[in-house]
């Protein structure tokens, strides 16, 4: 696509709406206070139009908020994959029925995503606030396997209350066929602040979940395990997890997923609540590239500054610290614990 910049990952958000209420929920927008808007599948198609108008994108993840409330969901993932994008759906799974996932599968998404947070119902349940949520993501991973393989994955949010239960669940989702599991510990922001007492990690724990995952990856060498959410690595040294793969941050916008929502607004990630710019005023390239906002993203921590391992940490997740002290430029709350 000559003349757009590109732009390899964006995670795409349809909407703000959502048919749970997990109790860790990172979206900056919910605290619990407002009702969310009903999906608007207009806007979303307009704004989707407008922003492959203005990059060529590599992989473009559909997420919310539930993606699955938007009821034109196939129109937007055929529309992004004519343009050449790649598209994943990230999805708590209630609504991916038989039919979704077919019309998924011959659109030619390549990837779906479904957390599982328990091997026990009741546990699963009590962090996603919704009765018999367990049972349908149970059910939706089990299509998501036999209709794309190694295209499913599903993700684990570590938190205090299910870190526990951690071996039985990734048994559980060994039997259902997956083959790629994204293991998040629990990052502040959303409603998870309010519910921070009861999710929040301490170190041991945290260091007990990362061990319980690598012995049984180490087990399991045919299923990859990634931790998506990165860590300050003087919280958690990730060297005595050689089978988990760790990802860590990077201001750079070329390697790490940029967000836009439906209704254009453009942000660091999905985790970040800070709006760089909206679409409907700015090219996306332009925001991305505007020094002003580089240099907002340069800024080191002072915690950080003479740290050896600043360059592969960058101060851990900092979209954190914008949910918990409105500032960037400060190293990861979880510092704290
Ligand atoms: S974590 Fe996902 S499924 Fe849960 S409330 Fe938030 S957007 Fe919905
Ligand atoms: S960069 Fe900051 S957060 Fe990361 S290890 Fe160093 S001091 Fe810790
Ligand atoms: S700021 Fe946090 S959520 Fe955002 S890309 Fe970096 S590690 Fe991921």
């Known amino acids: 696509m000559s003349g757009l910049p590109h732009i390899d990952n964006i995670v795409f ?8 209420c997990c109790r860790f929920c990172y979206n900056y927008w919910r605290d619990g206070s407002t009702p969310l808007p009903p999906p608007d599948p207009r806007l979303v198609r307009r704004t989707l139009r407008k922003l492959l108008s203005q990059a060529s994108v590599g992989t473009i993840s559909f997420s919310g908020g539930e993606p699955m409330l938007l009821r034109n ?6 529309r992004a994959r004519f343009k050449g994008a ?6 708590n799974g209630g609504l991916l029925t038989e039919d979704a996932i077919a ?3 011959s659109i030619g998404v390549g990837a779906v995503q479904i957390p599982l947070l328990s091997a026990e119902e009741a546990v699963h349940d009590y962090l996603t606030q919704v009765p018999g949520s367990w049972k349908k993501a149970v059910d939706a991973t089990r299509r998501a396997v036999e209709a794309f393989g190694k295209g499913a994955f599903t993700v684990l949010v570590i938190t205090r209350v299910n870190a526990p239960g951690i071996p039985e669940t990734l048994r559980l989702i060994d039997r259902l066929g997956i083959r790629g599991v994204m293991v998040n510990r629990f990052n502040l922001g959303g409603m998870g602040l309010k519910n921070l007492r009861e999710l929040e990690l301490d170190r041991d724990t945290l260091h007990k979940a990362f061990a319980d995952v690598e012995s049984f990856a180490a087990a399991h060498p045919d299923i990859r395990f990634v931790s998506g959410v990165c860590t300050p690595i003087c919280v958690m040294d990730p060297s005595p997890y050689p089978h988990i793969q760790f990802t860590y941050c990077t201001t750079d916008f070329t390697r790490r997923p940029v967000t836009v929502s439906f209704r254009g607004d453009v942000r660091f990630c999905n985790h970040s609540p800070h709006v760089l710019g909206n679409i409907y005023d700015r090219p ?3 925001i991305l590239t505007d020094p002003e906002i580089i240099a907002r993203y340069a800024e080191i921590p002072d915690h950080c500054r003479d740290c050896k391992l600043l360059k592969r940490c960058n101060g851990g997740c900092r979209a954190a610290s914008e949910q918990v002290f409105g500032t960037f430029s400060r190293p990861d709350p979880l510092l704290k614990i």
Request: proline share 0%; charged share 25%.
């Open 13 to 20: 958000e349809l909407t703000e709406a959502c048919n749970q």
């Open 73 to 78: 969901i196939h129109d937007l993932a055929l």
């Open 86 to 91: 790649r598209v994943n759906v990230l999805t």
């Open 103 to 105: 019309n998924f599968k």
């Open 284 to 286: 996306v390239g332009e």
